[in-house]
Structure formats: structure tokens, C-alpha cells
């Protein structure tokens, strides 16, 4: 059923320049507003933009790069890669349009205060007025109350509309942004779109002020209803596992009117602008009306005389800004109502700084009926003016090759360009940052005529492949350095005394590569100092470093690479985001570990870990020389647990491992005959009821949580043997923390628990939830929602210091708290 729909809904499909024929209908355009990929509501989404045809857009603050990961490792800037992709892969499906700020996910937030603090109240504020003077909604609609019990993010999305409302169309807030042909901007109304929930709970909204939609109609073109294309949008967040089941038939969503002026019918949309009332409108909306009634799904063609007049009607629209965004729509469709194929493909991803790469053109007009002459292609070094009827039989091809210039430097996401605050992106370009992504930095342009109207056309230069599951995939020819640096870790943890390997993964680019591996501010810290590579184009190998012992001082190192004959110069990562949902993407850093020296014992004997969503807590263990199993289904279910000093649950655990709750039993039957288990944080919200006992006496997890990294820790129990043995565990322990302290701490749990911590965000009671044991038959049980998976890859040496403490609990058997 996906394949299907997204098949109809490509964007040269005859469904789909139907739908943006009608779309052109209207001017009006809707901004929905909230604060991370996944707060959007699709359905209202998908009902404004091919329900009611009006462009509708949805500006997501950040791009929710502080979250978790359910599907994969990605984690903090990839996370936000394949955040920005998933929704980009949901508004596909939806029809609405995306928009960021540079505000950055910093992680959960308690209170608007704390989050706008973090951001720059002002800054913030300007990034939303930037969204609303460029997008130029007539309505917007906030996801989230401006008070209330959730999401400090939330709140202040809902309060950062509301001000933008008012601010955008001032030209003296700032002006700077009307340098850049911008204009201030009226939005018409601004509604809140109230959340069902709060009917649940017996919370009715504003009877003079809300209007009822019922937004569950269907789609004769796509054959959906809107219930089910938003499901379908809504599943494209698999990163959160927010897969949503279809909904069939009428369903009502509420918006209540916040301010601006007030719909004259029960229709939150109606006394809104119509061509009629935009100067110079009238004649655009005569052709486009035209071009509707010529629509046939059977021959799009039909359509192209229509939008040709259009296109010349849009000379007299008397706003610059419309005129272009028109014109723009308009040659858009020309080009799918030809199904003109224009592509430029490539059989390297990716070309190195002053190199060239050969690349074919092809052009084709497949429509029967359409006019089409192709008048002039041009790329990078190139161009060619072949005035050639495209008549669908012919294919045009054209043999080129492309040079990246010697000056540019490694493809990255543009926001990622200029190195992030952990607050705010700080890309000087707003108008980019904005955007979901750029074009590629490969295009070629295609000059057409279409019906006698000329259009400009631009296409990335791809790479195309077979995968044997997933059938073509395509990715952008990118910029990629000589040769790649990875290290497979970004901070090794050396216990005094306890030299740690040190292990690259080194790729050549596609001219392959000979020099020599290094490393700058190393100081001899690393042996040995520098490594020759000799490798063919696309070639991987791996090289083991040493990081010594003797490291006495917190330390940054940069990768380097020289080519035979020339100076060392740094070097740059390569991770591959690739997930069957979105576009495979390639992600490039500066290469660069962090050398952090720690007073550690490493415990001796076997461990077991059963791995949850995204954690790799047990790898950095393993590294550190622990003796780390991991334990499969069959493992878990059938094999001996005794072997085991511990075992350790990853993150999320018991949300993701269906076997894990079988295997509930035997784990406490592990406990009671004298082995250790770490169980990690897990969620409970409505779609993690989380209704397995995981412990062995009650325990109930909440979503309490302490978000303040630096909040103060009590430490209740100091004499506790998890606190002393082999590590003793003091409040520096818990210096240097990131993010957060923690998150779905335990709200209630029996007495034969042992609380070992107390802390609290500012302002908040205590809270004791965050780490809990109890003695069970022999042996013990740990339940900790401190964030390890957070801090362990930080490099935070307090932290390890405290889980390799559990894990050694077995070490004191026979002691009592």
C-alpha cells in the first residue's frame, strides 16, 4: 500500500498535478507551528494540503537532534540528518511543505523560561518571524498551549507564534530581515489546535472561540482516505517508533481562535484572500481554473495551453514575491504535464577538490501531445545547445564531465557547517538554515520550451544503484576529501596505567590515496605517531593506534592526512546514514577524538548485555577490556544466565525486546541465585505501557525526570557497597555531565528497594527515583534511569566509574546496605 501511494504521489504523477492544479486555486497558505519532527498533527496536514488545497507548511523549531534513536546508533548531529529526513519523507506523503529554525534541540525542558533561555528569547522570537515573513502564512496554527505540564519546547513554540504574530508585521522588529526582500507581514488569524486528550480528561475548550473541522474526508485521485495517507506520513518517524494505525470515516479536530480576525462561518479558512482580492489575480485565476477543467488523468498534456497563459498572467501580479513563488508552481507542472524526464547521472557518489567526473545526460518528453524543445544544457565546465524536439521517442543524451572546484570543501549538512552551540545552529545564512536541505552542489540546468514557454530546470547529479532488497536507490554526487579519517570512537577513556587501542577506519577517495595517518595535539600521547596508507580508489583499510597509559590531562586530537610528498592537513570522518524509509545520506566531521584519563578498575569475568534501542553503552564497556557477551534471542530464551558476574539491558530494553519480557522470569531466577542485573531506563507513555514487572518487587517507572545536567546530587547511602566497591563514588563523580541527569525515574516502588540518590531540576521536591537497588535470593537487582547512554560516549569518567560499581556488584556478596 506505501509503494502504491508514494508511486501516485510522486510529483510528476497524474494524481499529483492534479492536486497542485487545484492547489493553485487558492492563495491561501497555513503555517503549523511546534518544536520537533513528530509534533506535527499530519492528518491536519494532509487535510489542508489535499483536502482544502491551500500550501500548507510545517515550521518545526528544531530538528530534534536531542532526542533518542530507536532504529539505529545515530545519535545527536546524525540524529538530526535523519530527523530532517523522516520529515522531509512525511511531508512527501502529506503534501505540506517543511521549515526549520536554527534553534537546536538541547534536550527535554521543563519549563518556556529554561528553553527560551537557553536559545535567546530575541533570537528565537527573529527565528519565527523570519519563517512568517518568507512563508507568509494567512493562518497559523500552534500544536501546544502556551502553559501547561509538558515539554518546555512545546510551550514555547505556542508562545513564540503568538509574538511572532504581532512582531512579524513591525517593521521595526527586526529590520535587518527586510534587507533581504523581505516585507512585513499580516498573518489573518492564529489558532490553537486543542488536543483530544484534554477532552479525556474532562478539559473542554473555549465554546465562543472554537471551530470543529471534520477532516477525515477522502481522496478520489489517491484512492485514501486522509486518515490513512497521514498514518502513512505519521510512519515515517521510525526513529521515534511513532508508526500510527489508519483511521477510516468523519473525525473532528477543534481549533480555537486565538487572535486576529474571526471566521465569518463555522469554516476556520472562510473570508481568507481569493485571486479576486490580490491585486493583478484575476486573469492568473481565469487560466488556472481553465487548466483544471482540461485536467485529464489519462493525458496531462491537455493541461499545458492553460498553465502557458497562466504563466503569462503571472506578469501582472503586483506583489514580486507571489509573482515569482507563481511562476515557479507554474513551470513546475509544465514540466510534469510534458513528463519530462531530465536527469544527470554519475557512477562515483562522490569527487575529490580539482578532480573531474564523467557524467550522462538524458532528457526525454514523455506525454504523448506535449511540445517540447530542448533548447540548452550547462553544468559545471560544460554546455551544450542541442535545440532538439523532444517528441518521446528520441532520448537525448549527452556525454560530459564536471570539475569540483579546488577551493570547496566537504559536502555537510548547511547547517552543520559552522560548528553548533548545544543550543542553536549558527549558520550565518538564515534564509538556508531554514530549509530542510540545499540543492546538491552538483547541478545541470535544462533550458526547455513547453507549449512556448520557456523553463529553467535544474537537476542533481546522481549516482544510481541496484539494491537487491530495496531495488534503485539513488545519492548526489558530494565533495569528499582524499581519504577519509573515522575513528571508531570520538572519546577513548584511558585508565591510568592501561594503555587503550585506538582504531581508524581509513577510506581513499575515489583517486585513491598514498601517505601517511596522524594525529595532531597529541603530545606522544599516541603511538605510533604517524601510519602509511597506500590504497586504491574506494578502498578500506584499518589502522591501530595506541593511546598510552601515562595520559595525565583531558585532551582534544585532531585526524590528519598527507598525500606522499606534501604537509599533513586535517582530516575528516565518513558515516553513512542509510535507512529504507529515507534517503541514504553520507555524513562528514572534522576527524577528532577526545583523550580523557580516568582512575578505573576494569572488572574481571564474563558479562552478559541485551541490547535495547540505540545504546552503545556496552561497546565502550567492552573497549575498556570488560568481557562483554552479547545475548541474543536464543541466548536469552534457552541459554545458561550463571555464566554471568552481570548482565546489563540496554536503553529501552524491555520496550523493543519482545523476548525480554519472556525471558522475565528467568531473569529474576538469575537474581536469586546470585547474579547481578543492570536494567537501564525504559519508557512508559501511551504507546509504551510498559506493563511487565521488570523487577523482582513492585516498581513503577514515570516520566519524572532531572533535566538540569548540573543539578545537585544527594547521595543518600555513601556507605552502600555500590558506592564504595571498587570505585568510591563522591558528588565529583557527577561533575561534567551532559544533557541531563537522567529521565523516567521510578515514582513508587516497594520497600525492599533501596533509593542510592536524590536530585531535583531548580525549583522542583526531590526526587529518589533515579537509581534504585534491592538484594534478591542471593543476588542483586539495579534499576538506574541516570542517562550512562548519554554520558558514556561523552566521555564522562563519574559515570563509568559508577556502572562498572553495579555491574561489580557480585564482588560484594555477603555485604549489607
Excluded at 196 to 217: L, Q
Excluded at 255 to 281: A, C, H, I, K, Y
Excluded at 423 to 430: K, V
Aim: hydrophobic share 40%; proline share 7%; glycine share 10%.
Amino acid at each position: 500500500m506505501v509503494l502504491g501511494l508514494l508511486t501516485a504521489m510522486t510529483s510528476g504523477s497524474a494524481a499529483e498535478i492534479a492536486h497542485r492544479l487545484e492547489r493553485l486555486r487558492s492563495p491561501v497558505r497555513v503555517l503549523y507551528v511546534a518544536a520537533h519532527p513528530d509534533d506535527e498533527n499530519t492528518q491536519l496536514l494532509t487535510w489542508l494540503s489535499r483536502g482544502r488545497k491551500v500550501r500548507a507548511a510545517y515550521l518545526s523549531l528544531t530538528r530534534g537532534d536531542g532526542g533518542q534513536n530507536l532504529i539505529g546508533p545515530e545519535q545527536r548531529p546524525l540524529l538530526g540528518v535523519m530527523r530532517t529526513h523522516e520529515l522531509l519523507a512525511a511531508r512527501k506523503l502529506d503534501g505540506a511543505e517543511q521549515l526549520f529554525t536554527r534553534l537546536r534541540d538541547f534536550g527535554y525542558s521543563k519549563s518556556a523560561d529554561e528553553s527560551l533561555k537557553r536559545w535567546g528569547e530575541e533570537f528565537a522570537l527573529s527565528e519565527v518571524v523570519y519563517a512568517f515573513r518568507s512563508f507568509r502564512p494567512h493562518v497559523v496554527i500552534t500544536r501546544f498551549p502556551e502553559v501547561g505540564d509538558t515539554h518546555g519546547h512545546h510551550l514555547a513554540s505556542a508562545q513564540l507564534a503568538r509574538r511572532a504574530m504581532q512582531a512579524a508585521n513591525d517593521p521595526k522588529m527586526f529590520p535587518e530581515q527586510l534587507t533581504r526582500g523581505l516585507k512585513p507581514w499580516k498573518t489573518h488569524r492564529l489558532f490553537y489546535n486543542f488536543p483530544h486528550f484534554f477532552r479525556r480528561r474532562g478539559v473542554m475548550p473555549p465554546p465562543d472561540s472554537k471551530y470543529e473541522i471534520d477532516i477525515g474526508g477522502y481522496d478520489s485521485w489517491l484512492g485514501q482516505s486522509y486518515g490513512e495517507i497521514s498514518a502513512l506520513s505519521r510512519s515515517m518517524h521510525k526513529s521515534q517508533g511513532f508508526g500510527a494505525s489508519a483511521r477510516i470515516g468523519p473525525w473532528k479536530e477543534t481549533l480555537v481562535l486565538l487572535e486576529g480576525s474571526r471566521p465569518q462561518q463555522d469554516d476556520p479558512l472562510s473570508g481568507l484572500p481569493t485571486w479576486m482580492t490580490v491585486p493583478g489575480g484575476g486573469p492568473f485565476a481565469e487560466a488556472i481554473e481553465q487548466a483544471n477543467r482540461a485536467m485529464d488523468g489519462r493525458l496531462p498534456s491537455a493541461v499545458i495551453p492553460w498553465l502557458g497563459k497562466a504563466h503569462k498572467a503571472t506578469e501582472g501580479i503586483k506583489d514580486p514575491i507571489l509573482r515569482e513563488e507563481l511562476r515557479a508552481a507554474v513551470e513546475s507542472l509544465l514540466i510534469d504535464a510534458a513528463g519530462l524526464h531530465l536527469e544527470a547521472r554519475t557512477e562515483s557518489a562522490e569527487v575529490e577538490p580539482g578532480a573531474r567526473v564523467s557524467i550522462e545526460v538524458q532528457a526525454l518528453a514523455r506525454t504523448p501531445g506535449a511540445s517540447v524543445v530542448l533548447r540548452k544544457v550547462s553544468g559545471p565546465g560544460f554546455e551544450d545547445i542541442p535545440r532538439m524536439v523532444l517528441d518521446g521517442k528520441n532520448v537525448y543524451r549527452f556525454q560530459a564531465s564536471v570539475e569540483a572546484d579546488a577551493s570547496m570543501g566537504p559536502t555537510r549538512p548547511h547547517w552543520l557547517e559552522v560548528p553548533a552551540t548545544p543550543a542553536r545552529y549558527m549558520s550565518p545564512e538564515i534564509d538556508h538554515a531554514q530549509q530542510p536541505t540545499v540543492p546538491a552542489p552538483f547541478q545541470v540546468a535544462f533550458e526547455v520550451g513547453i507549449g512556448g514557454v520557456g523553463v529553467r530546470a535544474e537537476r542533481p547529479i546522481q549516482r544510481h544503484w541496484v539494491d537487491p532488497v530495496e531495488g534503485e536507490r539513488t545519492e548526489a554526487l558530494e565533495v569528499a576529501p582524499a581519504v577519509s579519517v573515522t575513528p571508531e570512537v570520538g572519546v577513548v577513556v584511558v585508565p591510568k596505567g592501561r594503555g587503550q587501542s585506538l582504531s581508524v577506519e581509513v577510506r581513499a577517495g575515489p583517486r585513491g590515496f598514498s601517505g601517511t595517518i596522524g594525529w595532531q595535539g597529541a603530545d606522544g600521547a599516541i603511538t605510533p605517531e604517524r601510519q602509511r596508507a597506500t590504497l586504491k580508489p574506494g578502498a578500506v583499510t584499518r589502522l591501530e593506534f595506541q593511546v598510552l597509559g601515562s595520559l595525565r590531562a583531558r585532551s582534544s586530537v585532531r585526524g590528519t592526512f598527507a598525500g606522499d610528498g606534501k604537509k599533513p592537513q586535517p582530516a575528516w570522518t565518513r558515516q553513512v546514514i542509510d535507512h529504507s524509509h529515507i534517503s541514504r545520506m553520507t555524513y562528514r566531521s572534522p576527524s577528532a577524538v577526545e583523550l580523557v584519563p580516568a582512575e578505573l578498575s576494569v572488572p574481571e569475568g564474563l558479562f552478559g548485555y541485551v541490547p535495547g534501542s540505540g545504546d552503545v553503552v556496552a561497546p565502550i564497556l567492552a573497549r575498556l577490556g570488560l568481557n562483554l557477551e552479547t545475548l541474543d534471542d536464543q541466548a536469552l530464551l534457552n541459554g545458561e544466565l550463571n555464566r554471568f558476574r552481570a548482565i546489563l539491558l540496554g536503553i529501552r530494553a524491555f520496550n523493543v525486546n519482545q523476548s525480554l519480557l519472556r525471558a522475565r522470569d528467568k531473569l529474576m531466577n538469575y537474581v536469586r541465585q546470585g547474579g547481578t542485573l543492570v536494567v537501564q531506563y525504559n519508557t512508559k507513555n501511551w504507546s509504551s505501557k510498559l506493563d511487565v514487572a521488570f523487577g523482582p518487587y513492585p516498581i513503577s517507572i514515570s516520566r519524572l525526570r532531572v533535566t538540569d545536567e548540573g543539578a545537585s546530587v544527594n547521595i543518600l547511602a555513601p556507605e552502600h557497597f555500590l558506592l564504595t566497591t571498587p570505585h568510591q563514588i563522591t558528588n565529583k563523580d557527577f561533575d561534567g555531565w551532559i544533557q541531563e541527569r537522567g529521565l523516567y525515574f521510578a515514582e513508587s516502588w516497594n520497600k525492599a528497594y533501596i533509593p542510592l540518590f536524590s536530585m531535583n531540576d531548580p525549583g522542583e521536591s526531590p526526587c529518589e527515583g533515579s537509581t534504585l537497588y534491592a538484594p534478591y535470593g542471593k543476588g542483586h537487582y539495579i534499576f538506574s534511569g541516570l542517562s550512562f547512554f548519554r554520558q558514556l560516549p561523552a566521555g564522562n569518567a563519574g559515570a563509568l566509574r559508577l556502572l562498572i560499581n553495579f555491574l561489580e556488584a557480585s564482588r560484594s556478596q555477603g555485604e549489607k546496605s
